[in-house]
């Protein structure tokens, strides 16, 4: 099946057309073309002027490590020192995944999220 839309510019200047990109449902679409961003995507770890919590949860979400994070720290610091940390004591810690706030590491048959949260672990408001 071809539909007829005409050529549409993308980021970088590089024109598409919406059938070169195809939805699992078949329709055109754009949203899996090359060099496109969601617009206003802000990287999650940046500074903010609120608290954050560096939490370690298992693989059943269950937080076994809290610490209490200042305003204005430097998160991607805590992250990466996190993922040093666990990695010297034998853990095969992931890359921070862009534009999250989290990473996994494993080591034998054990699993951990390291995760900056901006609610305290068990206080989250109920909706």
Known sequence: ????????????????TA???????GRPCLRHA????RRG?????NPVNEPRWLVIRDRYSRAIEC???????NLRGVMEAERAR??????????????CSFCFCDRDN???CIAIECYEPGKAPMR
Not at 19 to 25: I, K, P
Not at 41 to 45: N, Q, R, W
């Open 1 to 16: 099946m071809q539909y007829s839309i005409p050529n549409i510019t993308g980021y970088g200047g590089h024109a598409h």
């Open 19 to 25: 059938t070169q990109f195809r939805a699992c449902c």
């Open 34 to 37: 090359p060099h496109m961003s």
């Open 41 to 45: 995507a802000t990287d999650s770890l």
């Open 67 to 73: 610490r209490a994070l200042e305003p204005k720290t």
């Open 86 to 99: 666990r990695a010297a004591e034998g853990w095969s810690v992931d890359t921070i995944p862009k534009n």
């Open 110 to 112: 054990e699993r951990l």
